[in-house]
């Protein structure tokens, strides 16, 4: 392949050999995902956007136990936004201790008319309309906005991390949770994460030491704890945190109740680990409360609303100096690709909701050697299987 002859040639092989070029090594003159958006302007048609929407169910792949219940499935709601032709796919995960599901989501998406809209490139306008219709209902917000991100980003052909200006080398490793059990399935569970470069081990409900310890006998990666609430004394807490940062630990995901707030400013200030808020921080209006309580935020795009949501959040946690990680619920390669977008911009990602599922209909985001890494599509980076 001569890329010299390209640059000079017709733009379509141009186009064609530029495409191939992003994501392997940089090649001499060709400059990965810099290349004109069309040879020739589309002439798009004046019509409405189509919303179309499906209930889904999610097969997780091992059963999942938290607190008190376990599961073996995840209800979800697939999201069309179709325009000239054109599909944006969105979703909405619902795990069951959100306060939304199925039929909410159903409920909510039946009452709005985006016929009204025109033109898939005003996500603002779009948004607003979106956001007013209801309060509440951050799931089935968060799959309007995906599937509208998507829609726009195919109608300019671009990937949402390049026209946001971001840097697809600059994603993070994702981590891979290590859920609680016996030390024999936690090293075996370790064992079987070894192309992972940071694992999350689920503290709080338990013997915290002997799960380290689990862990540390059969990887030396680094480790984030996540304790979702479970440590009750602010001194045991400050306690372990010393005990894990000499373990190899990196941060540490809600430590106490969230309502306990004093107790976490507390520990936030004496703590050698960052304390991450997730439980605490579901919003934008909750990123400013964490400020002097935690040292960053979890942000999850069902929880907030979606990627429109998600910059604003990024925006001010780092206004406030504050680190942030983005997370997932179990979803699609869907929700995960939308939320990969943006992982150029956070300091840690968990992003592995999508391999815990056995029925993914999308291919998009992939993790290689460790590493978010994005797809050279336009929009959110997804095609359906
Ligand atoms: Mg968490």
Avoid at 117 to 130: A, G, K, Q, R, W
Avoid at 143 to 157: C, M, N, Q, T
Wanted: with cysteine; proline share 6%.
């Amino acid at each position: 392949m001569n890329h010299s002859n390209a640059f000079s040639g017709n733009r379509r092989r141009f186009i064609t050999t530029a495409g191939l070029a992003a994501g392997t090594a940089l090649m001499a003159g060709v400059v990965p995902g810099c290349y004109p958006v069309a040879e020739t302007p589309k002439i798009w048609k004046d019509m409405p956007l189509t919303l179309r929407f499906r209930p889904y169910e999610l097969q997780l792949r091992h059963v999942f136990t938290l607190a008190g219940s376990s599961r073996t499935t995840t209800p979800d709601i697939l999201t069309e936004i179709e325009w000239n032709g054109i599909v944006g796919y969105g979703e909405a995960s619902l795990p069951p201790y959100l306060a939304e599901n199925q039929a909410s989501v159903s409920s909510f998406l039946s009452m709005l008319d985006l016929g009204r809209f025109h033109n898939p490139l005003h996500i603002e306008n779009i948004m607003d309309y979106v956001d007013a219709a209801a309060g509440g209902n951050h799931a089935a917000k968060a799959s309007v906005d995906i599937a509208l991100h998507d829609l726009a980003g195919k109608v300019l052909g671009q990937p949402w991390h390049r026209m946001w200006g971001l840097n697809p080398a600059d994603t993070p490793s994702t981590s891979f949770t290590i859920g609680i059990d016996t030390p024999e399935v936690v090293r075996e569970k370790t064992a079987e994460a070894a192309a992972y470069h940071i694992l999350k081990v689920k503290l709080g409900r338990g013997d915290d030491r002997a799960m380290i310890g689990a862990v540390r006998a059969v990887s030396s990666v680094p480790l984030c704890v996540d304790v979702n609430q479970g440590w009750t004394s602010r001194e045991e807490a400050l306690e372990l945190c010393h005990w894990l940062s000499e373990q190899g630990v990196v941060f540490v995901e809600q430590p106490m109740e969230k309502s306990r707030r004093d107790d976490l400013a507390w520990l936030t200030a004496r703590s050698p680990l960052p304390i991450i808020a997730d439980e605490a921080v579901q919003t934008f209006d909750d990123v400013l409360p964490c400020h002097g309580v935690y040292s960053g935020i979890n942000i999850k795009l069902m929880k907030c609303g979606g990627l429109r949501a998600a910059r604003k959040m990024i925006a001010l946690a780092r206004d406030l100096h504050m680190k942030v990680m983005i997370g997932c619920m179990t979803e699609t390669s869907c929700a995960v690709s939308a939320a990969s977008q943006l992982s150029p911009l956070v300091d840690w990602a968990d992003l592995d909701g999508n391999l815990l599922i056995s029925n993914d209909i999308f291919d998009g985001m992939t993790v290689l050697d460790g590493k978010v890494t994005l797809p050279d599509r336009p929009g959110i980076g997804v095609t359906p299987l």
